[in-house]
């Protein structure tokens, strides 16, 4: 188990480099520690290696590269939901509207206009490849 104290530090560290745009690798975070509170760099590391194993700080490879992340502060997105919801198209859109009086957003639509649009066949644009 890491010691409380360099987790703080360890995670401080990993934050502030974050909130700065740069990227929380081994190096920066070792260079932080020492210069904040003057552990070697020997100790950071082994601290950081078990804050991994307890999953407090995610190891990644981002970019060809190795960086660090708060397991705390990571976002996690289900990217199934993600394409279920762009797969939407506007008459799905117009359709859940919340108008009071129930029409969609697209006006009442005839059953006859309905049946008619149903038995259309798309026409794909043809060029003329002689101009």
């Known amino acids: 188990m ?19 745009k740069a990227r929380p690798d081994l190096e920066r975070i070792c260079r932080m520690v020492r210069r904040r509170h003057g552990s070697a760099p020997e100790q950071t590391s082994e601290e950081l290696e078990k804050l991994i194993q307890e999953q407090t700080v995610l190891k990644v490879n981002y970019k060809g590269s190795i960086s660090y992340r708060n397991a705390a502060k990571v976002v996690r997105r289900s990217r199934k939901k993600d394409d279920q919801t762009t797969k939407r198209t506007a008459v799905e859109e117009a359709n859940h509207s919340d108008l009071s009086n129930g029409d969609s957003a697209l006006g009442p639509i005839d059953q006859d206009e309905t049946e008619h649009l149903e038995n259309e066949v798309p026409v794909s644009m043809e060029t003329d490849s002689t101009m």
């Open 2 to 20: 890491s010691e409380p104290m360099y987790r703080d530090w360890i995670l401080d560290s990993i934050d502030s480099l974050r909130s700065r």
